[in-house]
């Protein structure tokens, strides 16, 4: 027989469980969610003094209550959007990589690190593509300094400040370089990223905007550079700036705008 592993840690599930009860009847105190969740209080003290201060749970004033917090109200709404953007960007992402017979990648910005939302693998042996689920840098990359180069002006100067990693040798290190980069890709509006982050690979991206006209994630073509040329760049360009544009459309962009 094939052993099952368990591989639950159990002060997080205690701490879901904590935030169930809240999200089901709010204003519980220490002693009512020990009981009901079959805790000692002293566990639950714990796990709310912790929850508190990541902005999980808020304890009302002076009393000994406690409700969801204002970080479960972020995590819905980016939840939310996530949702939208995937269900508007799935098809079109399909269909460029049809188009292209390369790798698709759907990033959006989480901080200070690019987050890979969605990935489609190319049709080719030789694939070069990311996870869904993983975290990059900014600086580094087609669409993640796309990102980076559409951030606010503030979280874009704190990552130039900071000591940049060299990933290969085409990697910007140089803040002035970098900055000197990102300006470019704000006035062209794409990125064409050349072996910066992974050697032998290129990536053209795409931002793609909200109804407001943020940029709200990019849309790239990713592959491997024995395949690069010219005419594919020109064409390549073109189709992610079509995608992009498409999904931008659906998630409220005005074509004016």
């Known amino acids: 027989m094939t052993e099952t592993r368990d591989y639950t840690i ?3 599930d205690r701490a879901l469980c904590v935030l169930e009860a809240l999200a089901g009847q709010p204003r519980q105190g220490v002693t009512e969610l020990a009981k009901h969740l079959g805790l000692t209080k002293t566990i639950v003290f714990r796990l709310l003094s912790t929850l508190e201060a990541r902005g999980f749970v808020v304890r009302e004033g002076d009393k000994a209550v406690y409700s969801l917090g204002y970080r479960m109200g972020v995590l819905g709404e980016q939840a939310g959007a996530q949702n939208v953007l995937m269900t508007a960007a799935r098809p079109v992402m399909e269909k460029l990589r049809n188009d292209t017979t390369e790798n698709i990648n759907l990033i959006i910005r989480e901080g200070n690190q690019s987050l890979v939302l969605a990935t489609l693998a190319g049709n080719h042996a030789m694939r070069i593509f990311a996870n869904p689920g993983r975290y990059g840098p900014l600086h580094a990359g087609g669409g993640s300094m796309l990102l980076l ?5 503030e ?16 990697t910007a290190t140089e803040p002035e370089d970098l900055r000197q980069r990102l300006e470019m890709i704000r006035a062209d509006g794409f990125n064409i990223a050349i072996n910066d982050l992974d050697e032998g690979a290129f990536s053209i991206a795409a931002p793609i905007h909200n109804a407001a006209q943020d940029v709200v994630a990019s849309l ?25 544009a498409e999904i931008s459309g659906k998630l409220g962009l005005s074509i004016a705008a």
Request: proline share 4%.
């Open 10 to 12: 159990a002060a997080v």
């Open 149 to 153: 180069a559409f951030a606010p002006d």
């Open 155 to 170: 979280l874009r100067e704190n990552i130039l400040s900071h000591p940049l990693e060299r990933f290969t040798s085409a």
């Open 220 to 244: 790239s073509v990713a592959g491997a550079m024995a395949r690069y040329d010219e005419s594919r760049r020109r064409r390549f360009l073109q189709l992610v700036q079509s995608a992009s």
